[in-house]
């Protein structure tokens, strides 16, 4: 995806600590990029708490957070490059989620889905399971989503050591001359 800035750092317990922390990482994405006078936000679509997607005011940015146990994982990427932009991370390891039998379809799948699905708006509302994802190389990939207008494209990236990470972008069309 042209243009996209990742950063990775702790995170403390407590879903406030860790917003704060996660919000530092891309304050320091958005000065570096040029814009230091922004407003993060993250408003949910649904009910207005501050429980949604981050939004960046005041700079040509989308901007995402993901969590990994205790990494927070955040992006940017050009607003123009894209009608929406979202991470999703995972552990390699958790057993925990080895315990309940690993995640369906596998690890990869899934970090791919959640993150095509947060770029769609709709999260974990829809099945992830229900998500199609075709691979194009052995980093890129789009997923169709059912009832989405429009296809997703990904990207595996390089992220923290021990954590696996995909990047999603989706347009209004797949047509629209996106730009990897």
Request: aromatic share 6%; charged share 20%; with cysteine.
């Amino acid at each position: 995806m042209e243009g996209l800035r990742l950063a990775w750092g702790p995170v403390p317990p407590g879903r406030l600590a860790r917003r704060g922390a996660a919000w530092a990482l891309l304050q320091t994405l958005l000065v570096d990029a040029g814009a230091p006078e922004v407003v993060l936000t993250n408003p949910c679509p649904r009910c207005g708490g501050p429980h949604g997607p981050v939004q960046v005011h005041g700079a040509p940015w989308r901007a995402a957070v993901a969590y990994a146990g205790a990494t927070a994982v955040v992006g940017i990427l050009p607003r123009d490059a894209a009608a929406a932009f979202a991470l999703d991370a995972e552990p390699l390891h958790d057993p925990v989620r080895e315990a309940a039998g690993g995640a369906p379809g596998g690890l990869r799948r899934w970090v791919r889905a959640e993150a095509s699905l947060k770029a769609r708006g709709s999260g974990l509302r829809i099945d992830p399971a229900s998500v199609d994802i075709v691979d194009l190389d052995d980093e890129h990939w789009v997923a169709t989503i059912p009832g989405a207008p429009f296809a997703v494209r990904g990207r595996d990236v390089d992220g923290p050591p021990a954590v696996l990470v995909c990047a999603a972008a989706a347009w209004r069309a797949p047509s629209d001359g996106a730009r990897w």
